[in-house]
């Protein structure tokens, strides 16, 4: 059986070819790569290289060299190393663990606000609010650049939709907040179930970009 490697999420498909459409991000049968075939098995017991292990040295002139570029060449590679570093080191996954935390909280406490017509639970929800709002640029950022990077701007429906949630999810983070802030007795108002359903909706949209984020990660 041949294994085949999806270019966009790194899926591997083991088949004798690769499948119509890739089930984790979506894309068609020409992303796919072979990566290996069946073979016999080689059972010969020469003895490895004598630097078959040896890892080389890092070759030093890969590296720009900052003192001939202007400011904006350094700008630039600076830019490159902080990109390379946040896929690296997962960023975009790390990161949307605050929003993805707190959005249900919010959701909760403006629900038992609404029930309880508890003013002090309502402020905590908005409060919670103000942390995800600050969080939405580095997730959005972060985000930009590994579908960017790592998933070569795939236009597949999943980032399609995983973009639309997450669009969905910060406009309504930031259209409850100025409401509030302009009416803070929003759930006394005859507006307040739309205040919670703009509410609920960020919290689905949420749950709807961190599914489709856990699908691509663990190739589900």
Same mark, same amino acid.
């Given at each position: 059986?041949?294994?085949?490697?999806?270019?966009?999420?790194?899926?591997?498909?083991?088949?004798?070819?690769?499948?119509?459409?890739?089930?984790?991000?979506?894309?068609?049968?020409?992303?796919?790569?072979?990566?290996?075939?069946?073979?016999?098995?080689?059972?010969?017991?020469?003895?490895p290289a004598?630097?078959?292990?040896?890892?080389?040295?890092?070759?030093?002139?890969?590296?720009?060299?900052?003192?001939?570029?202007?400011?904006?060449?350094?700008?630039?590679?600076?830019?490159?190393?902080?990109?390379?570093?946040?896929?690296?080191?997962?960023?975009?996954?790390?990161?949307?663990?605050?929003?993805?935390?707190?959005?249900?909280?919010?959701?909760?406490?403006?629900?038992?606000?609404?029930?309880?017509?508890?003013?002090?639970?309502?402020?905590?929800?908005? *409060? =919670? +609010?103000?942390?995800?709002?600050?969080?939405?640029?580095?997730?959005?950022?972060? !985000?930009? $650049?590994?579908? #960017? &990077?790592?998933?070569?701007?795939?236009?597949?429906?999943?980032?399609?939709?995983?973009?639309?949630?997450?669009?969905?999810?910060?406009?309504?983070?930031?259209?409850?907040?100025?409401?509030?802030?302009?009416?803070?007795e929003v759930?006394?108002?005859?507006?307040?179930?739309?205040?919670?359903? *703009? =509410? +609920?909706?960020?919290?689905?949209?949420?749950?709807?970009?961190?599914?489709?984020? !856990?699908? $691509?990660?663990? #190739? &589900?």
């Amino acid at each position: 059986m041949k294994k085949w490697q999806c270019s966009v999420c790194k899926y591997i498909h083991t088949g004798d070819d690769p499948p119509e459409k890739c089930p984790v991000c979506g894309v068609s049968a020409d992303k796919f790569v072979l990566l290996e075939e069946d073979a016999t098995p080689d059972t010969s017991t020469d003895a490895p290289a004598a630097d078959e292990n040896k890892t080389d040295a890092p070759n030093e002139t890969d590296k720009p060299d900052l003192s001939t570029l202007d400011k904006w060449g350094r700008v630039k590679v600076y830019m490159e190393q902080a990109t390379d570093l946040m896929l690296q080191h997962h960023a975009h996954p790390m990161s949307v663990h605050l929003p993805n935390g707190v959005i249900p909280v919010v959701a909760i406490l403006i629900v038992l606000a609404w029930f309880s017509g508890s003013e002090m639970m309502l402020k905590a929800g908005f *409060i =919670n +609010l103000i942390f995800v709002l600050i969080s939405l640029p580095i997730v959005g950022l972060t !985000g930009f $650049l590994e579908w #960017k &990077e790592k998933y070569n701007q795939a236009q597949t429906n999943i980032f399609k939709i995983k973009i639309a949630a997450a669009s969905v999810t910060a406009v309504c983070c930031i259209t409850s907040i100025i409401w509030y802030l302009v009416n803070p007795e929003v759930l006394a108002s005859s507006g307040a179930w739309l205040f919670v359903m *703009i =509410n +609920l909706l960020m919290l689905a949209g949420a749950g709807v970009a961190g599914y489709i984020g !856990g699908k $691509l990660v663990f #190739k &589900e």
